[in-house]
């Protein structure tokens, strides 16, 4: 059999995968600021524990220090909030580009055995190099899930593959099929994971 060669030319799909590539550049910059903050924390903390409590002096540096204080917590508070959603947004994305690649190649894929190797290898050649996607095999109900690879500790932590929020249901319930008919369902409703059933 020759090997499938799925279309990567779609328009929403490369807008998707250059969202993702900002989104990174962001997380690390949004990283980086998080860190500085929790340092600017440490370093206030280590102040005030170090003043002489013994004089007029060291009361004013105290109530300075507490202002301080409750700045850097803000400001990491912040960062870490920040940083949090950015993941979440940054896990979306990723899912959205397997979801978008599968849309844009459905008529291709509809009817095939997502098992099958090279219905499997299509799906993860066609996509950028730190997202991929394996299957639950031999479960009836067989699903997608996506994965980010290392260029993000973090996003990787948000596609674990017990959260079903990172599953594509893709699949005919009765077997390992592509079902076309499910998937532009799921697709138009904007669900297409677990929570699609």
Do not use: W
Not at 35 to 40: L, Y
Not at 52 to 59: D, F, G, L, Q, S
């Amino acid at each position: 059999m020759s090997k499938i060669h799925l279309k990567i030319d779609g328009k929403r799909y490369n807008l998707l995968i250059e969202k993702h590539e900002k989104q990174l550049v962001d997380l690390a910059a949004l990283g980086e600021y998080e860190k500085q903050a929790s340092k600017a924390c440490v370093q206030v903390v280590q102040q005030y524990e170090s003043v002489n409590r013994n004089n007029a002096t060291a009361n004013r540096q105290l109530a300075e220090l507490l202002a301080e204080r409750h700045i850097a917590d803000e400001k990491y508070k912040q960062a870490t909030e920040r940083c949090s959603a950015l993941i979440d947004d940054t896990a979306r994305t990723v899912i959205d580009i397997v979801v978008e690649l599968i849309h844009d190649n459905i008529d291709m894929l509809n009817g095939m055995d997502i098992n099958d190797k090279q219905a499997f290898l299509a799906i993860n050649e066609a996509l950028p190099d730190d997202i991929f996607v394996d299957t639950n095999m031999g479960e009836r109900d067989t699903v997608l899930h996506v994965h980010s690879g290392n260029r993000n500790k973090r996003v990787r932590r948000a596609l674990q593959r017990i959260d079903s929020d990172t599953h594509i249901n893709c699949c005919n319930k009765q077997g390992h099929f592509i079902d076309k008919k499910r998937f532009l369902s799921d697709y138009a409703n904007g669900k297409y994971g677990n929570t699609a059933r």
